[in-house]
């Protein structure tokens, strides 16, 4: 049976695992899978074997802080930023698994501000991209992905409960009351416990934040109409 450190990601790329944890993986896919040995779904992975944890990220939700915090006090990330792995549960049994979320229509507004307004992220023509000025065109669009397939929706807009692997999860902290939640993770993982500096603020360069209309409102809803299920917003 493989060991769990050996699932790490290169050292010249964050975003990629090793070639021996790759091999590991698919010979645990191809071996176990029945065993449920192996999460039967993809998650973007954070994972420290020395302090033992297992980090569900969830893309605009204070993800450069988290690992702005973790860095700058020396926690080594040997899976840094995997993105879309199956992972071995049962050799991860014993490690912390933890998540963030966030309000499911401030994410989608950040998303919006950062991806649309001030990156085009989504390479929209000139005209499509006018168009997408305005927020609720913006949700109309993304009405049209199937907000669950990961992969296949960009992991910005995907749904938080799909990125957390809520079968595994020992614990959900919430961008609402960040400090306290990151604290009580801090004290698990035995991170210090101070205040984490927040990275990546992606209001609009120069644009005021958009006024929350009630089309936008229920479009959110109806998109991430699981979010607010699971999470109670």
Same mark, same amino acid.
């Given at each position: 049976?493989?060991?769990?450190?050996?699932?790490?990601?290169?050292? !010249?790329?964050?975003? *990629? =695992?090793?070639?021996?944890? #790759?091999?590991? =993986?698919?010979?645990?896919?191809?071996?176990?899978?029945?065993?449920?040995?192996?999460?039967?779904?993809?998650?973007?992975?954070?994972?420290?074997?020395?302090? %033992?944890?297992?980090?569900?990220? /969830?893309? *605009?939700?204070?993800? #450069?802080?988290?690992?702005?915090?973790?860095?700058?006090?020396?926690?080594? =990330?040997?899976? !840094?930023?995997?993105?879309? /792995? @199956?992972?071995?549960?049962?050799?991860?049994? !014993?490690?912390? *698994?933890?998540?963030?979320?966030?309000?499911?229509?401030? #994410?989608? /507004?950040?998303?919006?501000?950062? *991806? /649309?307004?001030?990156?085009?992220?989504? @390479?929209?023509?000139?005209?499509?991209?006018?168009?997408?000025? %305005?927020?609720?065109?913006?949700? $109309?669009?993304?009405?049209?992905?199937? =907000?669950?397939?990961?992969?296949?929706?960009?992991?910005h807009l995907a749904l938080q409960s799909r990125l957390i692997?809520?079968?595994?999860?020992?614990?959900?902290?919430?961008?609402?009351?960040?400090?306290?939640?990151?604290?009580?993770?801090?004290?698990?993982?035995?991170?210090?416990?101070?205040?984490?500096?927040?990275?990546?603020?992606? $209001?609009?360069?120069?644009?005021?934040?958009?006024?929350?209309?009630?089309?936008?409102?229920?479009?959110?809803?109806?998109?991430?109409? @699981?979010?607010?299920?699971?999470?109670?917003?």
């Amino acid at each position: 049976m493989h060991r769990a450190e050996l699932f790490r990601t290169r050292e !010249d790329d964050r975003f *990629k =695992l090793t070639p021996e944890a #790759r091999d590991a =993986l698919r010979d645990l896919c191809q071996s176990a899978q029945s065993a449920g040995w192996v999460s039967p779904l993809p998650y973007n992975l954070t994972v420290s074997h020395s302090h %033992r944890f297992v980090w569900f990220r /969830v893309a *605009k939700v204070a993800t #450069r802080t988290i690992r702005g915090h973790l860095s700058d006090h020396g926690v080594p =990330l040997d899976m !840094d930023h995997a993105m879309r /792995v @199956r992972y071995p549960t049962a050799l991860f049994a !014993d490690y912390f *698994k933890f998540g963030f979320v966030r309000d499911p229509l401030e #994410r989608f /507004v950040s998303a919006w501000s950062d *991806k /649309v307004v001030n990156l085009n992220y989504y @390479r929209f023509d000139e005209a499509t991209h006018a168009r997408m000025q %305005r927020i609720e065109e913006f949700a $109309a669009w993304v009405a049209g992905h199937d =907000l669950a397939a990961v992969p296949g929706t960009d992991q910005h807009l995907a749904l938080q409960s799909r990125l957390i692997d809520l079968s595994q999860v020992h614990f959900v902290g919430r961008l609402e009351h960040f400090d306290r939640d990151f604290a009580q993770v801090c004290e698990r993982i035995g991170a210090p416990t101070v205040p984490a500096v927040a990275q990546n603020q992606s $209001a609009p360069r120069g644009i005021p934040r958009p006024e929350v209309s009630a089309e936008l409102r229920d479009l959110v809803r109806t998109l991430y109409r @699981r979010d607010y299920q699971i999470f109670g917003y």
